[in-house]
């Protein structure tokens, strides 16, 4: 008895045992994949870091280069037409993008009223469908009843022997009509039902534009961005404040004094011309008309012309007049508009 105690002993013992070691083998394993883990988010870590120091850098560089242009006389009157110029087109390319936004949501929700108008009016034609249907119902359910009431008179009025004659057939005619209005009412039932489920329906979602919208959406696009380049009322400036807007300080030269200081004053005659908001949507529909008259695309599911087709200016006159010139603004990108058109 003693020797079988002390193998019983001896068995939980080396249970246990095996038990300590099996949690000792997974609590190295979960350390070393959390291990692991550690050392892959301190190589992205590092990564990260090493973007930021480069961004660092290069910022220093071009702050040092900056300060390098103002120390100098010759370069300070460049840099400030340089960054004048660079205001300029980044208003515009900030006019545009919120001019493209909101003609973009414009449509969206007017696609969408659309798309909920003709459901409201599927769903009432659907709604009327199903009135009528119980009002049909209702109607034959009176005529039933009426029938069943007159059938119970007759037999009340028949006399003694005639009512025994007579019970057979019109306890006939009221089991037919009895199972006739069971059939009615659930049949009416099953339509209030319908009613009450298509009564709770809910609008159905609004699919995005289809391609001729934003064929449209993008020829009004680009009639805005004319009209951008036309409020200038200073091709040469527009041309120089899309140049700023793409070059770096310093890689541009305006001349010297005299000639910065007449890029100035052209330039605060243009911004004070963009910041005037005349009506002009009666041009930009003509505008845009004219422009996607002339578009052309490379297959069917593209929204975005080809360049070479749209290369045409259109200076379209408050008094009816019009006047065209060549200039390509989505080839060349004018105020970032190939990032603002839909596709």
């Not at 709770?200 to 009209?227: H, M």
């Not at 120089?240 to 910065?260: F, H, M, Q, T, W």
């Not at 004219?290 to 008094?319: S, W």
Request: aromatic share 6%; net charge positive.
């Amino acid at each position: 008895m003693a020797g079988l105690t002390a193998l019983l002993g001896r068995a939980r013992e080396k249970s246990v045992d095996d038990d300590k070691l099996l949690n000792l083998y997974w609590n190295r394993a979960e350390l070393k994949k959390a291990f692991a883990d550690l050392r892959k988010e301190k190589y992205r870590l590092q990564d990260k870091l090493r973007e930021a120091d480069g961004a660092t850098a290069r910022l220093q560089q071009k702050l040092d280069r900056l300060e390098e242009l103002l120390l100098d006389p010759e370069w300070c009157d460049n840099v400030l037409v340089f960054y004048q110029l660079r205001s300029l087109a980044l208003r515009c390319r900030r006019k545009l993008a919120r001019f493209a936004e909101q003609l973009k949501q414009q449509r969206e929700r007017r696609r969408h009223e659309e798309v909920v108008q003709q459901w409201q009016e599927a769903r009432a034609g659907r709604l009327r469908a199903i009135e009528q249907q119980l009002a049909e119902r209702r109607a034959l359910l009176e005529t039933l009843e009426s029938e069943a009431e007159a059938q119970r008179k007759r037999l009340s009025g028949l006399g003694r022997f005639l009512k025994i004659l007579g019970r057979r057939s019109v306890r006939v005619t009221l089991d037919r009509l009895a199972k006739e209005m069971t059939q009615v009412r659930e049949e009416e039932a099953l339509l209030v039902a319908q009613r009450e489920a298509i009564a709770a329906e809910a609008p159905p979602e609004t699919p995005g534009l289809d391609i001729a919208a934003k064929r449209s959406v993008n020829c009004t696009i680009l009639a805005f961005a004319q009209q951008l380049f036309l409020d200038f009322g200073d091709p040469e400036l527009a041309m120089l404040a899309k140049e700023a807007g793409e070059k770096s300080v310093g890689a541009i030269r305006y001349g010297g004094s005299a000639d910065c200081a007449a890029l100035l004053g052209r330039i605060r005659a243009s911004a004070r011309a963009l910041e005037e908001k005349p009506d002009v949507a009666g041009i930009l529909q003509q505008r845009a008309k004219l422009i996607g008259e002339a578009a052309k695309f490379r297959n069917g599911g593209d929204a975005v012309p080809i360049a070479a087709t749209v290369a045409t200016l259109y200076d379209v006159r408050e008094d009816g007049g019009l006047q065209k010139s060549d200039l390509n603004l989505l080839a060349e990108n004018y105020w970032g508009i190939a990032s603002v058109l839909s596709r």
